[in-house]
């Protein structure tokens, strides 16, 4: 079983810039596709962007290419989503996902964090 953690959420300016972590506990990622997903209210779940941890390939959203980056500490056994020149449509509930098929459907997801809120003023 794996439980994951995320934390860094809060309220930023448009412009600005906010560091998500996604922390696993009861195995390492080794082997796993992690991924990050948000939802707007009202709005269905949508991929934002993955990593391969054992090789470290990742692909992201037309909407947050060249502004997030997925990173990951293999030490620390934790996922990062840097998220620069935030825009106030970025404004979601960001979960953390673990799964063992490159996708970038939810629903291929095995494991979930229990998602932190972020909010971007105009």
């Known amino acids: 079983q794996v439980q994951l953690v995320e934390s860094g959420g809060g309220l930023v300016q448009a412009g600005t810039s906010l560091r998500l972590s996604c922390a696993a506990s009861?195995?390492?990622?080794?082997?796993?596709?992690m991924g990050w997903f948000r939802q707007a209210p009202g709005k269905e779940r949508e991929f934002v962007a993955r990593l391969t941890w054992n090789n470290g390939i990742t692909r992201y959203a037309d909407s947050v290419k060249g502004r997030f980056t997925i990173l990951r500490d293999t030490a620390k056994n934790t996922v990062y989503l840097q998220m620069n020149s935030l825009k106030p449509e970025d404004t979601a509930v960001y979960y953390c996902a673990a799964g063992t098929i490159v996708t970038m459907v939810p629903s291929t997801y095995d494991y979930w964090g229990q998602g932190t809120q972020v909010t971007v003023s105009s």
């Open positions: 009861g195995r390492t990622f080794s082997g796993y596709i």
